[in-house]
């Protein structure tokens, strides 16, 4: 079986294709980015517009398939940006309605896991999912991924790309932050925001654009101590999920997962409790048309197929609002 799956959740146009071994045949993306500010929705979704039609060409073309190949089509359909998403949601309807190909709408927040299972052969681990838009600790629980705990304001990615904003740099933030912190000595006490099993990083962003404006530290001590301290936040919540849930293995995902000082961090943590951590490889970590293909495949294995009726996108779709037929 061989399906093409779409991503088009925020900055990032995406198609892959998977086979039901788990191989990628194609993991091709294009993403808008900016040198200085952030990202503007509607720009992105005309980034998106533009490089779609060549980005599922590519595709086809890096697995060496033709149409008749392909078995489904599968795409994001929530939760991300209303714009982004339209555009991934309204081309996948075309090729399905074109090609006489079934449909099959996935949640993004849970392809970021499959694919992290799949590439890792991880078994049943936490997740802990750090993204631009989402920050998740998720394990599977009673026939659902169950979010154990999450940011009770902003993603942590949106943290890192915002302070990145603050500093005059462009977006996406996340590896500017982390090639300054590398260079950071001393460490500035950031206030630390863990409440129960929930993380904020709303205080913390204006902690630190008060502490740029008084101009008393060095921003590669601020990136430095930034880190060490929203990721210590991390972890503190993702060890307590695998306690809880009695679980010894955690998978990384999502962009800011492609940070090699919170893998450090998130490696040694299961190190000392006797555990596993994984990491797949950094294209499978940002967003990508692979890890919705990989979903798409296993849910229509499981007999779900989406109707053109219902490919509307979900923009506040949630990760327990889905059943998990696929897994027993
Ligand atoms: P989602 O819809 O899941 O929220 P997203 O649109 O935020 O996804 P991703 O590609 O998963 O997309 O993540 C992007 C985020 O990852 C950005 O905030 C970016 O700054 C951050 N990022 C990318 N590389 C790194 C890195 N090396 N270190 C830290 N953050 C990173
Ligand atoms: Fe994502």
Redesign the pocket.
Known sequence: MIVLGIES????FGAGIMDGQGNALANVKDSYVTKKGGMIPARAAQHHVEVCGDVIRRAMETARLRWKDIDAIAFSQG??IGHSLRIGAMMTRSLASRLGLPLVGVN??IA?LEIGRVMTRAKDPVLLYV????TQIIAYEGKKYRIFGETLDI?V??L??SF?RTLGLG?????K??ELASKGKTYIKIPYAVKGMDVSFGGINTFLKNMIREGKHTKEDLCYSLQETIFAMLLEVSERAMAHCGKNELVLG???A???R?QEMAGQMCRERGARMYVPENQY???NGAMIAWLGLLQYKAGNRTSIEESVTLPYQRTDDVEVTWRN
């Open positions: 959740t925020a900055h990032t939760p991300g993004h927040c970021h993204s631009g838009a989402n993603g990615g949106n890192l790309d990145a977006f996406p933030g996340g590896p932050i982390a999502g962009g800011v492609c940070n090699t919170l970590l940002t967003d």
